[in-house]
């Protein structure tokens, strides 16, 4: 909590996603700090594609794969969720605990980095679904992202923190001053821009690249498990329940895609593979008399949309670097990909861990990398939901 009389150092985060407004809670609630988040989007504004957490599921369902650091980002978070989706917890009505199933048939057992997941099994053949050789269920939630995320922005003004729109050409005009209403002598930076982080002035990772993301969201509150297939040849197919009665499908991720809005060919995609999935997507009294088809699942569509998920080369990057000719450390959390939402929390404790450090008294012009996968690693990372 930000108590005036305790502050000793202001803090400026740019972005307001998830990353950073879960970071500058962390930061606040640290104690000793006065944070300004500056954004050139916040979640009280409209849906747009140039601000990815309002397009996720968003389930906790961890990729970790072969990440010790990602795996235990992943499960800080998920224990915190965990609590704050809580019958009486403070934003409740937001999370849906369900039963998830993990469905594959590309040779992958996920067991290594969900097996700490409530009643996680692997299950039997006769549980299967088309397609699939092998499957592992387990408990855990989808959280509703524009509740969510305002919840997280009302957390953080009711702490005393500061907002600024504003839409930076260059992270200097975060660290030197300039923009109205911002601190004009930061103690530091904390960078949460997403795929911003590809054209920021003074960041320009083109490590940074968009997978793009589309989604279709029906009415059927009598799906209340969600449930994920990944075929041999790679592609995905997923849907997540939500408190508010809508099933969310997905399974488009196509990287370097920049196309900012819904395709049809990929609406109607994402429906035959989610039928094919479950075809208890269909209303009961057609699943009763005959096996459903797309055309029984369009009059059930609320909505669509499409996002673009950071995807980083070498993936989240978290890191500390004092720019040159700067005495003020800026620590970067960005390149969430489809990670976001479950790994929020954990990676907003890395950040925190740099920040102090930085503060501390590490040497200006030390950089320093968090490196979330091992050099060496050659296997998959690249879940996205
Ligand atoms: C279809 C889809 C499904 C998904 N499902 C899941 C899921 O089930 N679970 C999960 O964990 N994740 C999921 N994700 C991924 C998740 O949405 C992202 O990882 C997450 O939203 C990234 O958050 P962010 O805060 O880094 O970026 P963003 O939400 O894009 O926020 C970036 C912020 O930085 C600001 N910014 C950027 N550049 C500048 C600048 N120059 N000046 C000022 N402000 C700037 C923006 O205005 C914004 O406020 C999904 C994504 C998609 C698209």
Redo the contacts with the bound molecule.
């Keep these: 909590m930000q108590q005036e009389s305790e502050v000793t150092k202001d803090i400026i985060v740019?972005?307001?996603?998830?990353?950073?407004l879960s970071t500058a809670i962390k930061i606040q609630e640290k104690g000793g700090y006065r944070v300004t988040i500056?954004?050139?989007?916040?979640p009280t504004d409209p849906k747009t594609i140039?601000?990815?957490?309002h397009?996720?599921?968003?389930?906790?369902v961890s990729g970790a794969y072969g990440s010790k650091r990602q795996r235990e980002m992943d499960s800080e978070t998920f224990d915190i969720m965990w609590k704050d989706s809580e019958h009486g917890g403070p934003v409740e009505g937001c999370f849906l605990r369900h039963k998830n199933t993990q469905y594959r048939s590309d040779g992958v057992d996920p067991s290594e980095w969900l097996d700490h997941m409530p009643g996680f099994r692997s299950v039997s053949n006769d549980e299967l679904v088309p397609g699939a050789t092998h499957g592992w269920t387990f408990t855990t939630l989808t959280l509703y992202p524009p509740v969510y995320l305002n919840w997280l922005l009302g957390r953080f003004l009711g702490n005393g923190g500061k907002i600024v729109r504003?839409?930076?050409?260059h992270i200097n005009q975060a660290i030197h001053g300039g923009i109205s209403g911002l601190p004009q002598e930061p103690d530091a930076v904390v960078a949460?821009?997403?795929?911003?982080a590809r054209?920021?002035g003074g960041i320009e990772d083109k490590e940074v690249y968009p997978v793009r993301?589309?989604?279709v969201v029906l009415k059927a509150p009598w799906v209340r498990y969600g449930r994920t297939l990944t075929y041999a040849d790679g592609s995905h197919f997923y849907l997540?329940p939500r408190a508010t009665g809508d099933v969310l499908v997905?399974g488009i991720r196509v990287a370097k895609d920049w196309f900012p809005v819904p395709r049809e060919q990929d609406r109607d995609y994402l429906l035959a593979g989610g039928l094919a999935m479950c075809p208890e997507l269909a209303p009961p009294h057609i699943l009763a008399e005959r096996m459903p088809t797309v055309d029984d699942l369009r009059p059930l569509i609320v909505d669509e949309g499409?996002?673009?998920?950071?995807g980083r080369k070498s993936g989240i990057r978290l890191a500390t670097e004092w720019p040159e000719g700067s005495k003020i450390p800026v620590v970067y959390n960005?390149g969430?990909?489809?990670?976001?939402?479950?790994?929020s929390w954990g990676s907003a404790s890395v950040a925190l861990n740099f920040l102090e450090e930085a503060l501390a008294g590490e040497k200006p012009g030390k950089a320093k990398e968090y490196e979330i996968w091992p050099a060496d690693y050659t296997g998959r990372r690249d879940h996205v939901?």
């Design positions: 740019i972005g307001a996603g998830v990353i950073g500056v954004a050139e989007t916040f140039r601000y990815t957490s397009w996720a599921g968003a389930h906790h504003a839409q930076l050409q949460c821009v997403g795929l911003g054209f920021l993301g589309q989604t997540m997905g499409c996002g673009l998920r950071p960005y969430h990909s489809g990670m976001g939402f479950q790994s939901c």
